[in-house]
């Protein structure tokens, strides 16, 4: 098998080091649900960035714009889905917590309002990445 694309390739290792690390601290401190999220959520991200690194398909040049009209349309969708659910079901958990007063709504919708807040910025900080390339 051929690396067509390193940088995924290092991302894949890299993960798959962190979920071992995690296995590990899942072996030694007993069963915790965060590190068993945490070891599923890197398996599966770094066998995504392995199996992308090793496919050809990483490396074909897109050739008509049609292809790019595409992608474009469906990451600003994905973009708007994350986002606007984030803001909805903060809202939801908002008023779960209006209603009963469990702390437990209170972290949910302040972690869902920081998901949609990182979101934008990923979306601002990859504008400003591509206007000054393109």
């Known amino acids: 098998m051929r690396i067509y694309n ?3 390739f290092a991302a894949g290792i890299l993960s798959l080091l962190l979920a ?3 296995g590990v601290v899942l072996a030694a401190t007993g069963f915790q649900a965060k590190w068993l999220v945490s070891l599923v959520i890197l398996l599966a991200a770094g066998g995504f960035d392995l199996w992308w690194s090793l496919s050809r398909e990483s490396r074909l040049p897109r050739v008509d714009e049609r292809d790019e009209a595409v992608s474009r349309k469906s990451a ?3 973009y708007r889905i994350v986002a606007n659910g ?3 079901l903060s809202l939801a958990a908002l008023g779960v917590y209006a209603v009963t007063r ?3 709504a209170l972290a949910v919708t302040v972690t ?3 998901v949609a807040i990182g979101a934008f910025a990923a979306l601002l900080g990859a504008e400003v990445y591509y206007e000054k390339r393109m």
Do not use: F, I
Request: glycine share 0%; proline share 6%.
């Open 20 to 22: 071992a690390a995690c």
């Open 102 to 104: 469990a702390p437990e």
């Open 86 to 88: 984030c803001w909805v």
């Open 6 to 8: 390193r940088r995924s």
């Open 76 to 78: 600003w969708l994905a």
């Open 112 to 114: 869902l309002d920081a």
